[in-house]
């Protein structure tokens, strides 16, 4: 089945982006939303972002009207049906969500997907507002959509093979990297990239290093283009720590994905980083750069990376372990979807695994929470003295 009418919920930024990426595949699409000047604002910022491709040679004149007229606006979910296939792109609330599906089904064709674009909410409780939940799936992008390679495919337990596989091949007709998630809180990358935040802060609050000195490391040692608190401060501390909750919660409060209380007083202080002006650093236009702080008693740069790199692959490693997903595509989606230097699992085989369990088996010791327990899969591999298949 080729699906040619792509319909959007949202016409926000990912909403936006996303029928950005489809109208320059060459589908007809229509943005829904509520609000007249939401659509008008998209219209207006998909004409710059084209006029900035022009301009820097990526398209030319006619590709960016080509697109442009791909793209309608829309103020009823029943202009949407005629769509092959709906993304919604709206607010993270399960309740919300469910009531738009349930109420678009009414208008789309039987044969119509479904799809969310939500980051962490289950794919199988939005699927069952639905009348035909086997056409429910989870298609999450990441921000920006148009520049972003990876999009994670959530398939609920309800969703057939059918809907799955067509999703699988419209996305990568659409030059995206697909990587195929179990429906579990997080997906992939939500999952496996907590301890990037989580274990720089818990680095930070035991007074080990500050926020300045643990970014420089990783980015310098790990080769990581941002350091975990650029990137918190560039997500926002309040989104971050909301997944964090989220995730904290979905998995019966696992002291693995323990929020930070660091991280929440930020959050409550207003703290929320460069979209407020002040995060963890402070982006006021005469304010002094912060600069990494060595402590000479301690060889602080590699403590912080190996513990942060070792609970990373952990956490990789216990993925590949549950089956969230296979090794290609966790490796693929940590790359891909945030940009990592390298996969976790090739890293984990490059750093040994059993450097990986001793390593877990040390910090283990140390504190004695189950925080830092050792996957079952990297005690396997070393018994077994084998690699990950990357």
Known sequence: MILKNIGIIGAGTMGAGIAQVAATAGCTVKI???????????????ERIMDRLVEKG????????RIQNNIKYVNTLKELKDSDMTIE??????????NVFSTLEKFVSDDCILASNTSSLSIASIASSLEKPERCIGIHFFNPAPLMKLVEVIPAIQTSIEVLNTSVKTIKDWGKTVAVAKDTPGFIVNRVA??????????????????????WTMKNFGGFKMGP????????NDVNYTVTETVFKAFYYDPRYKPSFTQKRFAEAGYLGRKSGRGYYNYSKNAVK?????????????LVFERILVMLINEAADALFWGIASAEDIDNAMTKGV???????????EKG???????????????????????????????QGSKFDV
């Open 194 to 215: 907590r301890p990037f935040y989580g274990e720089a802060l818990r680095i930070y609050e035991e007074g080990i290093a500050d926020f300045a000195t643990i970014d």
């Open 339 to 349: 940009n990592y230097p390298q996969g976790l699992l090739a890293w984990a085989n």
């Open 229 to 236: 608190f650029e990137l918190m401060d560039f997500i926002g």
């Open 353 to 383: 695994v059993d450097w990986c369990v001793e390593k877990m088996d040390e910090l283990y010791n140390e504190y004695h929470e189950d925080r830092y327990r050792c996957s079952p899969l990297l005690r396997k591999m070393r018994k």
């Open 89 to 98: 792109a709206i607010v993270e609330n399960l309740d919300v969500k469910k």
């Open 58 to 65: 990526r398209i030319d004149s006619e590709e960016k009207e």
């Open 32 to 46: 829904y939303d509520t609000k007249t000047d939401a659509l008008e604002t998209s219209k207006a910022d998909l």
């Open 290 to 302: 912060a600069e990494p702080n060595f402590r000479e008693e301690l060889n602080v740069e590699v």
